[in-house]
T-cell receptor, first 110, second 115 residues
C-alpha cells in the first residue's frame, strides 16, 4: 500500500465550478499536510499548508484535514481557467521526509 | 512566501560531459534541501536530501557518484550530473525547507537534455 493515494484524474470542470481534490494516506503519524500546484514545465508552488487537523482557508482555496479518516481535501471555489494545472498533495511526519501523491490533473474550461 | 531559485532553467549538454545545477534559497536559510527528478506526466521522485555541512542522503537506486550533491552553505545546494548520458535527460527540481517549519518550497526546475 502506498503511503499517499491520489486520484490522477484527469478532472475537467466548467469555469466557476467548485473543485474538490482529495488524498488518502496510511501513516497516522503524518502531521504536516500540503497542497501544491504545478503548471507544465514549472516547479510546484505551495498553495496551502496545514499542521495537524482542521480547515484552512485562503481566498478561493480551502484545505481540510481529517486525521481520523486519514483524508485530506482541497476545495477550489469559483474555478478559473488559470487554475488548470496538476495538484499534488504532500505530507510529512517531521518535515524531514515528504510523501507525495501522484498528482491530479485539472482542466477548467472557459 | 519563501523563494527558491534554480540556475540554469534549462541546459543542453553532450553525452559524457558534466552539468552543475544550483539551488538557492533567496530569503531564508535552509538547513535542509531536497533534489527531485520528474519525468513527463509523472510525480516527483526524490533523489536525495542534503543537510548543510554534511553528506547528502541518497534514495535507494540513485547513484551518488553520478549525482554529486554539495550543500556548502545555508542558502546554496548544487547538483552535479557527472558523465551525463541521454537517459539522464529529465526535469530536475530542488526544494528547501525553512528551519522550524514543516513545509518545503520548490525551485522553478531545470530541464536537462543530454545529446
Amino acid at each position: 500500500q502506498k503511503e499517499v493515494e491520489q486520484d490522477p484524474g484527469p478532472l475537467s470542470v466548467p469555469e466557476g465550478a467548485i473543485v474538490s481534490l482529495n488524498c488518502t494516506y496510511s501513516n497516522s503519524a503524518f502531521q504536516y499536510f500540503m497542497w501544491y500546484r504545478q503548471y507544465s514545465r514549472k516547479g510546484p508552488e505551495l498553495l496551502m499548508y496545514t499542521y495537524s487537523s482542521g480547515n484552512k482557508e485562503d481566498g478561493r482555496f480551502t484545505a481540510q484535514v481529517d486525521k481520523s479518516s486519514k483524508y485530506i481535501s482541497l476545495f477550489i471555489r469559483d474555478s478559473q481557467p488559470s487554475d488548470s494545472a496538476t495538484y499534488l498533495c504532500a505530507m510529512s511526519v517531521t518535515g524531514n521526509q515528504f510523501y507525495f501523491g501522484t498528482g491530479t490533473s485539472l482542466t477548467v474550461i472557459p | 512566501g519563501a523563494v527558491v531559485s534554480q540556475h540554469p532553467s534549462w541546459v543542453i549538454c553532450k553525452s559524457g560531459t558534466s552539468v552543475k545545477i544550483e539551488c538557492r534559497s533567496l530569503d531564508f536559510q535552509a538547513t535542509t534541501m531536497f533534489w527531485y527528478r520528474q519525468f513527463p506526466k509523472q510525480s516527483l521522485m526524490l533523489m536525495a536530501t542534503s543537510n548543510e555541512g554534511s553528506k547528502a542522503t541518497y534514495e535507494q537506486g540513485v547513484e551518488k557518484d553520478k549525482f554529486l550533491i554539495n550543500h556548502a552553505s545555508l542558502t546554496l545546494s548544487t547538483l552535479t550530473v557527472t558523465s551525463a548520458h541521454p537517459e539522464d535527460s529529465s526535469f530536475y527540481i530542488c526544494s528547501a525547507r525553512p528551519p522550524q517549519l514543516g513545509e518545503q518550497y520548490f525551485g522553478p526546475g531545470t530541464r536537462l537534455t543530454v545529446t
